[in-house]
């Protein structure tokens, strides 16, 4: 799969809610997997979740509970709920596909991503 768009970002107070989407252009294997990291300024990348197009989710530690990555395959999109909102969790926010490249630890295991998006700004005020 190629990431297409990503939308949803904004800026909330702590403790609010954000859904960000992820358009991309299918899944061209039997099993892969589209993903969501982020990068905040001075930081390394930090990977956030991973959803499988067939079984398997993997969540970061740090927004375990408070994010849901889901999608729905007839649309080719991939959403990535994020509740309870920290200060902390602000970042560029990144949708990604597998493929050769970038490799994040998720939920302890490494994935690999070889195309992403522009990222969608998230800004949470304390």
């Known amino acids: 799969a190629q990431v297409q768009s990503e939308s949803g970002g904004g800026s909330v107070q702590a403790g609010g809610s954000l859904r960000l989407s992820c358009a991309h252009s299918?899944?061209?294997?039997?099993?892969?997997?589209m993903g969501w990291f982020r990068q905040a300024p001075g930081k390394e990348r930090e990977g956030v979740a991973i959803i499988y197009n067939g079984d398997g989710i993997y969540y970061g530690d740090s927004v375990k509970g408070r994010f849901t990555i889901s999608q729905d395959k007839a649309k080719n999109t991939v959403y990535l709920q994020m509740n309870s909102l920290k200060p902390e969790d602000t970042a560029m926010y990144y949708c990604a596909a597998a493929g050769g490249g970038l490799t994040l630890l998720i939920g302890g295991v490494w994935f690999t991503f070889g195309s992403w998006g522009q990222g969608t700004q998230v800004t949470v005020s304390s």
């Open positions: 299918g899944y061209s294997f039997s099993r892969t997997y």
